[in-house]
């Protein structure tokens, strides 16, 4: 099978589904990885934009990631790219990975770069569309509207890859933190903990279904 991620930021694919992307490559499909956007400009200290290509091959190989796609739209300010340009910069995407199966950011995340991804990758997956996509699932990696929780239904068993994911994380220096924020490995290890409980897991990653075709 041909797998997709798209992740606004890097170190969003190793947040939201990094056991689930190991765990497909050690089945043999074909992982492939897009990233939106690109720290530039004198808004970012140079410490968080140096390195940060090495960081996201790095962290790819750990995860298994077959073919990284990096779109280079401006971090922080997706609101400023054309709405058309960015849905077809990720429909060009779908049409050289064919996937089976995508996975998304969640819809309803505080950052904007979040849910700006999460409607053009709806758009380039649209029905009729060319693809094949069977399944469209929206992984979680950030803060979420109280409002408006993420609310999964769909849990990979990531015990036998949660050690890979937390090492992809490692790879992205400059992102990694300590506890107890969100990005450090006690926090990843805790969140997985959580998820598993909800469906009988040591370790899980949760999604929401977005689009199901059952043949």
Not at 116 to 145: C, D, M, N
Not at 173 to 189: D, F, G, Q, V, W
Request: aromatic residues 8%; glycine residues 6%.
């Amino acid at each position: 099978m041909n797998i997709l991620i798209i992740a606004p930021h890097p170190d969003d694919e190793v947040l939201g589904c990094g056991g689930t992307m190991a765990l497909h490559a050690k089945r043999n499909d074909d992982v492939y990885l897009c990233i939106v956007t690109k720290r530039e400009g004198q808004e970012w200290p140079r410490e968080k934009v140096e390195g940060r290509e090495e960081h996201i091959n790095a962290a790819s190989k750990t995860l298994g990631v077959k073919e990284t796609f990096c779109l280079g739209f401006p971090d922080g300010r997706l609101d400023t790219v054309p709405q058309r340009e960015f849905n077809d910069a990720l429909l060009d995407v779908v049409n050289k990975t064919r996937p089976d199966i995508m996975y998304i950011p969640n819809r309803n995340d505080v950052h904007d770069d979040h849910r700006r991804t999460y409607q053009a990758a709806l758009v380039a997956s649209r029905p009729g569309g060319g693809h094949e996509i069977k399944k469209i699932l929206s992984y979680e990696s950030g803060w979420v509207f109280p409002n408006t929780p993420f609310a999964p239904t769909v849990f990979t068993d990531i015990k036998d890859t949660l050690d890979t994911k937390l090492a992809a994380m490692q790879e992205y220096k400059t992102e990694a933190a300590e506890y107890p924020h969100l990005r450090s490995p006690e926090a990843i290890r805790a969140m997985a903990m959580r998820r598993g409980s909800y469906a009988g897991l040591e370790y899980a990653e949760a999604f929401e279904l977005v689009r199901e075709i059952v043949v």
